[in-house]
């Protein structure tokens, strides 16, 4: 039986049974793979979500042609609301993460998997047939099998694991070409034996076994015996649910609904909902100082009280103010952060302060701000700079400040003015 190197060598070392391309006449066929997470639909139209095809042409590729077999319908539905590159990479890394450790192969696993995308799109015309979602998912094969006489069989080609996680032993997949035309698809014993026999040798498969004495016509076959035993072994692994769920897509291991990551991502993303009210803010930013080797940037957020809605707690209005902010630069998502604030609804605007620590450089702040008491809510997104030296004089001119408080204070002075209101995290 031919064998091949497993993963643990070099992938590109792996070659496998090279066929003839048959020329036919194009036909659009529309498979819907067995829980395939990436043939999976959202119901409904949703005016915040993205189609596929509108993504920049790598993200779509990355999407439809790459992670299809990883991505569950929850994290694709989540991607194609993301609107910012910053968001989409940031998003992407983390779900990396989240499949390295579903595969318990941790950081390494995005390595593997991107070696398995390179092999798959040296190997096979469509990155998404059958064949090549079976190898993204589990790796290449120990061994390769593949028919070798086209008298009585279709095509089929044999594929085998010594181990497979979840599973276990002598793993085996068998793939077959239907009418010896198009891809070949993934065969289960649900789709009955004679999918993989010509016709006239499953007639005669038919008369033998109506006669006790009559050979079967496999045995006219180099490997029929190989093909007949192995296809047994297919049969009985093809009735697991878990071996078709491991066929298909990585195994879903992460609680779905608010306590999901994917849905934590999304709390923490400055998107804009679908049934919001417009509401315009004011961000003014400025050094504040310096801490750890980093400058203390603050930033001033104004909202119009005039829109906000309210709730009462004992006899005061309060209003409560939902801030979530990405820092950019270059396209790369370096800092997301939520504040809450809940202040009394007085006068006729709110200042808010947030403060993060960055480095010198140019930056883009995406900042959501939402109302949680009316529909309102704003996105902006504002260029800044930060730089070391006027943190530094920030830092200075605030010492002064609270040198010059502190002997008011002593005096018996009063003090005019107030702080923003600062925010605790969400």
Not at 8 to 35: D, G, M, N, S, Y
Not at 346 to 371: A, P, Q
């Given at each position: ?5 497993p ?5 590109a ?19 819907l793979?067995l ?11 949703d ?11 790598h ?7 790459e992670v ?8 694709k ?10 968001q ?8 990396w993460?989240?499949?390295g450790?579903?595969?318990g ?5 995005r ?27 589990q ?6 099998l ?12 044999i ?21 010896g035309?198009?891809?070949?698809r ?13 016709f006239?040798?499953?007639e ?8 006790a004495?009559?050979q ?50 999304m ?6 909902d ?7 803010f ?20 104004t909202?119009?009280t ?16 939902d ?5 950019n630069?270059?396209?790369v ?28 450089g ?22 800044f700079?930060v ?9 200075e001119?605030e ?22 209101l ?5």
């Amino acid at each position: 039986m031919p064998r091949f190197r497993p993963e643990r060598h070099t992938p590109a070392a792996w070659v496998p049974v090279q066929r003839a391309r048959v020329c036919v006449v194009p036909v659009v066929i529309v498979i819907l793979l067995l829980a395939g997470p990436g043939g999976q639909a959202i119901a409904g139209d949703d005016p915040g979500k993205l189609k596929v095809k509108e993504l920049p042409e790598h993200w779509r590729v990355w999407l439809e042609e790459e992670v299809y077999p990883l991505i569950s319908p929850d994290q694709k539905n989540a991607f194609l609301h993301m609107t910012t590159e910053a968001q989409r990479r940031a998003f992407a890394t983390r779900l990396w993460q989240l499949w390295g450790r579903q595969t318990g192969h941790g950081a390494r696993f995005r390595i593997m998997y991107e070696e398995r995308i390179k092999l798959v799109r040296e190997v096979f015309r469509q990155p998404t047939e059958e064949r090549a979602r079976v190898l993204l998912i589990q790796g290449p094969p120990n061994f390769e099998l593949a028919s070798q006489c086209s008298e009585i069989f279709h095509p089929i080609i044999i594929w085998g694991w010594g181990y497979i996680e979840g599973l276990g032993e002598d793993v085996v997949a068998l793939f077959y070409q239907p009418d010896g035309l198009g891809n070949f698809r993934l065969w289960t014993d649900f789709d009955g034996r004679e999918r993989l026999y010509t016709f006239t040798a499953w007639e005669a498969q038919l008369r033998r076994n109506q006669s006790a004495f009559r050979q079967g016509p496999e045995s006219r076959c180099a490997n029929g015996d190989q093909i007949v035993g192995l296809m047994a072994r297919a049969a009985r692994w093809s009735r697991d649910p878990k071996y078709l769920e491991a066929m298909h897509n990585l195994p879903r291991v992460e609680r779905a609904g608010a306590e999901s990551s994917t849905h934590r991502f999304m709390e923490f993303s400055a998107l804009f909902d679908e049934d919001a009210v417009e509401m315009d803010f004011d961000i003014a930013g400025a050094e504040r100082g310096l801490q750890g080797g980093k400058v203390r940037m603050g930033f001033n957020i104004t909202v119009p009280t005039s829109v906000l809605g309210t709730t009462q707690v004992g006899d005061v209005e309060v209003a409560q103010i939902d801030i979530v902010g990405e820092i950019n630069r270059d396209e790369v998502m370096l800092d997301r952060f939520r504040y809450l604030f809940s202040v009394p609804s007085v006068g006729d605007e709110l200042v808010m302060l947030v403060e993060r620590f960055l480095r010198s450089g140019d930056y883009t702040l995406r900042l959501k701000v939402e109302d949680a008491h009316s529909p309102h809510e704003g996105i902006v997104e504002w260029p800044f700079s930060v730089d070391m030296g006027r943190g530094k004089a920030a830092q200075e001119a605030e010492q002064e400040r609270r040198k010059g408080l502190v002997q008011r204070l002593e005096v018996g002075d009063e003090i005019d003015g107030e702080e923003p209101l600062r925010g605790s995290p969400g």
